[in-house]
């Protein structure tokens, strides 16, 4: 197991992602500071 | 998020295995304003085609969080009237995470999916006397309240 998340930083990576593996997308908006 | 919940190894498990993550900035432009982001933490789940469905704002720990997500899980398969998976997504939650906040809202779209799968309205009642005996102060069981006279 990755001891990490691995997050998509780019809408359309994560969208193309989606479709290819049929799951939804968690979206985090978060506040980088 | 990031000191507590996202470290924690079955955050990490979860969201690796069952969702596809996307992390942007709060100010990140168009999404931002798409999605009405006023503060953070905000955290959608959005279905294949990026529609969303479930949106929340502020801080979950890890033992609410995977509750949420899964709840935002079942309600993309609702949307799109696949009920099977909503109702296993809606047990699997239950059955794992009975003391979360998450389960009166479970529970009342576990009989909504019901009714709307068999068009039974007794589903619809068994989801109000369930939740009035469970959780008799939820905000659910006030939305479930009418279906006590089916």
Redesign the interface.
Known sequence: ?????????D?DS??S???S????????????Q | ??AVT??E?S???F??R?????????D?QP??SD?N?KW???????????SG?QQTLGFFPPEEFIPS?ML??SK?HFDHDRFDNTLSTLHKLQGDYPKSAAIPEAIFLEGVTRYKDSHEPKTLKDAYEQLQADFPASAWTQRAYPYRLL
Do not use: Q
């Not at chain 2, 069952?18 to 709060?26: I, S």
């Open positions: 197991m990755t001891d990490k998340i691995s997050w998509e930083t809408w994560a969208l992602r989606a479709k593996d049929a799951k939804p997308i968690f979206l985090d908006f978060f506040n980088p | 998020m990031d996202y470290p190894n955050v990490i498990a969201i690796n069952h969702v596809v993550p996307l992390r942007v900035a709060y990140s999404l931002a999605f982001v953070t933490p905000v955290l959608a789940i959005l279905d294949e085609e990026g469905h997500v935002g899980i993309v």
